[in-house]
């Protein structure tokens, strides 16, 4: 089915949903087999994917499992279990029957077989007793600490770790800066961030950079560009239309007012200035980067929740990334950076297999041509690629 695909132009999903329930095709008078109709894309940049998810219950049991095969880094299944996801979440009606899946991609046996306990039971054993499971709590908590990924988390795992406090009050655990500094303000980071602190944290950002830079550009992407309410930090991309006037940015953090830095590691720019653009095709982009704890004053913040308000504490700790941006690669930075990671994951692969060009945060490379294509937005780098524009609120896949 996958195959027939292809980069086929997606049909209208409520046009496809009408065809696919009807038992007779206009033209003929055979019932019209499902897998025949014209289909969903499978890729996720051929979808339009707003917040409003009509398929919850499946994509909340689904994206559990998906992230336990990240967890036991099980990529194959990993996929399968988060392209099902995407497509449900692009879908503009809940699905409540199985033959409501035919004719959709990307719903292989697993996701398939979770699906079926929902709609039977209200919910899947599997991601029930996977929610039980020591590992899997385990693994979560851990790698939401701000600097601890899956190799650390499964090390304090074996070492018969269980909770924070066990972890904290280790005597023999050596802990990395950034550890520290996470383990410090797990409470307010996993609390995540809503639109209100993004906004007031935009605002500290864009008065430091126009003091460095007064021509610079501040840019709030992320899941908030995405219109999401809350995330677990805040993502801007700094450029500035004189090259290079960018570059000093960065190393002036420190003249934040005093006491707003709880945090910071600087990771300096890989590019190599002689090798630009690079044919290389890399996941991680190589921008100049700050990862940041921000101290956010309840009092910069508009409309501070009333439980916020009769705290003790004043303030709060913000997850902070800015990265650095040269003009040239800004659309493709932003694109990049504006998620989801299934999204760009998507459009990377859509590029790969249906064009023979390499998308990454910096550039798009044609293979078959062996050039460059340059873009100045968004817009242009979708045409590019001959794919519809997706908007950003409509790539929340
Ligand atoms: N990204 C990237 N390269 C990286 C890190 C992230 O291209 N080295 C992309 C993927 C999504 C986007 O940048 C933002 O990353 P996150 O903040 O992890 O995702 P998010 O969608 O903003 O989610 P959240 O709301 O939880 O922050
Ligand atoms: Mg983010």
Redesign the pocket.
């Known amino acids: 089915f996958t195959d027939s695909m292809g980069a086929g132009k997606p049909v209208d999903i409520q046009e496809r949903h009408r065809l696919q329930t009807q038992t007779t095709c206009p033209e003929q008078s055979d019932p019209v087999p499902v897998s025949k109709v014209a289909a969903i894309s499978q890729y996720a940049c051929q979808r339009r994917t707003t917040l409003n998810n009509k398929n919850k219950i499946f994509t909340d049991a689904l994206e559990i499992l998906a992230e336990n095969c990240e967890f036991n880094e099980n990529e194959r299944s990993y996929v399968v279990f988060a392209r099902a996801t995407s497509v449900l979440k692009s879908l503009p009606y809940a699905i409540s029957s199985m033959t409501m899946l035919e004719g959709l991609p990307n719903m292989e046996v697993q996701p398939r077989a979770i699906i079926e306990e929902i709609l039977e039971d209200g919910k899947s054993s599997t991601v029930e007793s996977l929610l039980c499971d020591e590992r899997y709590k385990a693994t979560k908590l851990f790698t939401s600490i701000f600097g601890v990924g899956l190799k650390t988390a499964d090390r304090w795992y074996r070492l018969g770790f269980r909770t924070l406090e066990e972890v904290q009050a280790a005597k023999d655990l050596k802990f990395t800066k950034m550890q520290k500094a996470g383990l410090m303000y797990c409470e307010d980071i996993s609390s ?2 809503n639109k209100a602190e993004a906004h007031a944290v935009g605002q500290i950002i864009e008065k430091f950079v126009h003091k460095c830079v007064p021509n610079a550009t501040v840019t709030l ?6 219109g ?1 309410e ?6 801007f991309l700094i450029t500035c239309p004189e090259e290079g006037k960018e570059e000093g940015i960065l190393h002036k953090v420190h003249s934040l007012p005093q006491g707003l830095l709880l945090y910071y590691d600087i990771i300096e720019s890989t590019m190599e200035k002689n090798k630009i653009p690079s044919k290389q095709y890399d ?3 190589k921008f100049q ?1 700050c990862f940041m704890i921000l101290k956010l004053n309840n009092t910069l913040v508009q409309n501070t929740e009333p439980e916020r308000q009769i705290e003790s504490k004043d303030w709060k700790a913000i ?1 902070v ?1 800015l990265v650095i941006v040269p003009i040239q690669q800004y659309a493709y ?1 932003l694109l ?6 299934h ?2 994951r998507d459009l990377r692969r859509f590029s790969y297999h249906e064009k023979r060009m390499n998308l990454d ?1 910096h550039v798009l490379y044609d293979k078959t041509k062996k050039v460059f294509l340059t873009a100045k937005t968004e817009e242009e780098i979708f045409a590019h690629l001959g794919l519809e524009y997706i908007e950003p609120w409509e790539r929340n896949a």
């Open positions: 995540f961030v992407t992320g899941g908030f560009r995405r999401k809350i995330g677990h930090d805040v993502d996941v991680m982009d980067k997850r990334d930075a990049g950076w504006s998620g989801s990671r999204f760009e945060n």
